[in-house]
């Protein structure tokens, strides 16, 4: 499996099966002498782990981060960051009844016929616990990044948006309920929502937009590597990702060129933002904010015909504790993706100054 | 500048400014023994110079393909493919007004910025000329995919939607109209939009969906490098695109799990596709389609206010030959992307078995 | 840090002190499908660990590597290989003498320097020790190889050196002695040598030869990644090696090309083989084989002057348990290194075929 | 083909046949803002040049470079610089004799092996004529690298060595005679042997020694990526290189580690410099020197067997202009990947800084 690394300079380096012994990571590139804050590291993974509030799934998963290395006295030294998640609440015994099934909409198909084999508990390598490992990373990337800030929330869930600009919100509000909603009246409709479908057995999609502040000029590479490629790239790395659109993003296709164009004040800042704070594929020192797309969660719990190894369509209900909507523990993780793409560009960009 | 290289095996790494003396790039990784159809290649660059219409710039850039090495007798040898396309048509004097301005929604600011220096002719480095380097490789990567197809098409001028689904349209008529969109009305309807577009001295954006068929069943890297996550990028990495989605996209956010799975064939075939040919990363076999977004071409033919060197705000109006909608050109660029993006993964598939 | 990974295809990532919590590494691209023979793995540990014979360091680490992921029932599943090896006997008491203090032929100067801070205890990245991830990727890299034999071997220790070419050995008796070198007589002096030194409070240097067999025509890639290339990287890579040469090596350099040149038999292999199995960078089917320098180990039993922090030549004496003679451990880490090598250029030869 | 590009942040990819339309390259991440000296680029290109005197091939090949972009106004501009060398003595027909043969130790058979196809003529991408793509962009890396300085000199042919220790040589006589040796008489005796050589039809091989000083304390990376890892991959890359030492190098191996060690001065320096410059993978300031081993040139004028494609013994010739030893011209290309090496992790290096 290629793939498993993200990043040139800044990179994490990933392992693990959601019903293996570990997950975990190497962090190379972190620059050293940094003290690291240990807490915002594991409030990050606290905020990503299953259990945390009613309208996510109840599985328990303390989500408890070891490093192993490159980190001397609290801080770093420069050397690569191993970096461990013990699997405790593995009950593999749940997974059995899929050993010889592909669900549909799972990655048990594709991986079985890519590799001819699969470590088919709990998703294996495709569940989306390897997303923990991103958050250790990222979380880490955020202390690398100084003033510069990352904001995600939940824009939507199903059908329920939030109409209101990411300016006229309060992002100290996110956190402030289940669903990642910084308006609270919103979120209140989001919860209810996510109940329902829950009610119903069933899984619903979302949205989630992420604010990023204070970065410098210059960040990204210009030509394959432009900034919001990279970060494209990263979302949809994400599972359950279906789309990434940044700035004015594809309502911008509706608009004219003399609408659409930021004009300059003299400082070289823009007087409206619709590029996203991102001018050929370099950082220009505006916000920039993009939104992700998240499919429904695949497995339902309604009876549904998968396919057996054997070429049948069998009858087969999911079972487990899993998230009704995956958007609001996806918001650290869209968090994490993003300190680490802008982490990496940071270093580049000092490379030639 | 880093970020100038595109794929791990099969690799495309590019160089030149729209004004220079030529652009072009190498191609490393083209499996050996592959007899090269130059027509087709030439089609493609064909299909993406400007002059090639009434509806797109009117510049005259022939865009003759030299290749320098890696086939021998016509037939590539696996060494590297080096090639060049001269920049025949270069008018600088047509940019000497740009020399000390930044220009709203170009790269010139953030150019500027980032390396302290450009070369201003034509937008330099970050002109869309450097894609013709791309729709070379792409060429040649469609003649190592053997059976897969790809088709893109523009799907909206404006709020003016091709509202038929992919599997309705007949591809073969792509190529029958200006606007390159397979349905004859839609497209008139399309063209007299960007002509009126043009008469006003302003621009429009729109969207491009691309369709990939023929797809075996196993490729992609599912953690970082997924199947979908390298469109994605390779997508948002050609000038002006805003957005991708993939499958259900967007749209699928507002759905229920229940809805949005795709139930199996015995055959391991799938009965919807809201999840566009790509399950965990890996393509599915089914048939791979996704949507990109395209901005308005930043430059108008109307006044507007740019940034002076020296920090003051200065009138100037857009000059030269300018496409008034970027999409119609951008159909070869998408499918070479694709194509690059396909090739690659073909080659990690192999290497594993 | 840059350059912890080492591979393309089958790429090693490795990480941690020698006394922090572990150390270990992740394995990606090994295919999957492989029975692992662990029993296999753990014996190259033993070969390499400290404490193993009289010769060597008297340190105890059991050095008994966990894995974590990548591997389902014993069998390869294509996903990354993630593993640990605990240090637990890390004594780091041994080492406070050397906090502020620079070693006089050992990295603690250069990392200060290049960091402005460096993890002190035992060498902390630098240690040999970081070697033993290493011997794990290697081990199974063996068993990915089929038919490829590896067979390294104690050369020469100080001026004592086996003077029989590699083909009247046999290396069925390499691990017969302590010192592994297949010739018993030679392998007495050598030992008699290394008592006689460690008595001294000294250390000594040798060369390791390796002879790598069965290699299919056609592994590497011939311009910077020429496959004598890749070795002797890999072979520099280790800790203490001053030196690599294949084929004909520096002898070659006084001989005529009349007389260097290999002719061929009618079946493509040659009648002589100064080339070492490599003809522009592409393995030709013939043995390859190279020789390693490895300098003597910097740590000895001696008082020698040493640099302070604060800039002062201060005398220190060397403490701990370290190996008079690095060679014998080291044999088992050139086959290693060896094995990466052409495990990674095995996989690449696969993509374009 | 993998393995066509050099280096991480300042990289090189090149492509070319030696009788194909031409040679060239894309150097990516070279800083912006350098002032180009075109006169020391050509400089280094005539110094590779053949036909230069009378003790190397008299093929007379101009080597003169084209740069294709990434230069505004003779300043580099931080975008990748494109470039190109036409072959312009093709002379073709005289390799139509080998079209058929495998020559003994060139790499005709294994190239045909592994690509199944290949340009013979004049070895087509197995040339050395590749290296003056690389001589164009360490002339380049020179500029970047400041007050470093890189020196190589033939150190000997066949078995005359040039026996002082470089410390006693004047670096700025080296170019003063055609065989590139700083020490006229040796210079003389090795001239008269490689005129000697020529005579007979014959070849012989060399070594090269390489300086660099004033290499500031901090570059490598210190675990697979050492500096002297590097540098060893880099010199082993070049053409008809069997060997590579650096510091005491193979001599090393012989000395106590008592006498081996290199004792500080108190600001940092070291006594003694049998570790050439390096510890731990990391420059430590001392100069870095090293030797690389040549073998003779394949290509004799004398009667010798090849193989046929057919499998048969085949009398033939050796034709054309050849070198009777490759070290003269060697000496450019081992400054320029050394150039390459450090400009790169000079660039690395200011990533975490």
């Known amino acids: 499996m290629a793939g498993n690394s993200f990043g040139t300079l800044f990179k994490l380096t990933t392992f693990g099966e959601s019903h293996g012994i570990a997950i975990g990571g190497i962090i190379d590139g972190c ?30 998963e303390p989500d408890t981060v070891e490093f192993l290395s490159g980190i001397f006295e609290g801080v770093t030294t420069g050397t690569p960051i191993g970096f461990t998640i013990h699997n405790t609440n593995q009950k593999s015994k749940d997974y059995s009844h899929i050993k010889d099934v592909y669900r549909p909409s799972h990655a048990d198909y594709t991986y079985q016929q890519k590799y001819g084999t699969r470590d088919y508990r709990g998703g294996g390598r495709s569940s989306a616990r390897e997303t923990a490992s991103r958050v250790v990373a990222g979380a880490i990337a955020k202390q690398v990044l100084g003033e510069i800030t990352i904001n995600a929330y939940t824009s939507s869930v199903g059908d329920i948006y939030l109409e209101q600009p990411y300016q006229a919100l309060d992002f100290s509000k996110t956190e402030s309920n289940a669903v990642r909603c910084p308006d609270a009246e919103v979120a209140e409709q989001m919860i209810a929502r996510i109940k329902k479908i829950r009610k119903e057995g069933d899984t619903i999609g979302g949205t989630v937009t992420c604010v990023i502040r204070n970065v410098p000029v210059g960040l990204g590479e210009p030509v394959f590597d432009k900034l919001h490629a990279e970060l494209g790239k990263a979302m949809l790395s994400i599972n359950a990702v279906k789309g990434f ?109």
Request: proline letters at 6%; a negative charge; one cysteine or more.
């Open 31 to 60: 620059p050293p002498g940094i003290q690291l804050d240990f807490e915002a590291i594991q409030q990050e993974l606290d905020r990503r782990k299953p259990g945390q509030s009613d309208i996510v799934t109840q599985r328990k």
């Open 245 to 353: 659109e940044y700035g004015s993003g594809f309502c911008g296709t509706k608009m004219k060129g003399s609408e659409h164009n930021d004009l300059f004040n003299p400082d070289g800042s823009t007087k409206t933002n619709l590029s996203g704070g991102i001018q050929g594929g370099i950082s220009n020192g505006m916000d920039i904010y993009f939104r992700v797309a998240f499919k429904p969660v695949a497995t339902v719990m309604q009876k549904q015909e998968a396919l057996s190894a054997e070429g049948e369509l069998v009858e087969m209900q999911g079972k487990g504790r899993h998230d009704p909507c995956v958007v609001p523990r996806a918001i650290p993780i869209v968090e994490a993706m993003a300190a680490l793409v802008l982490a990496d560009f940071m270093l580049l960009n000092k490379s030639y100054q």
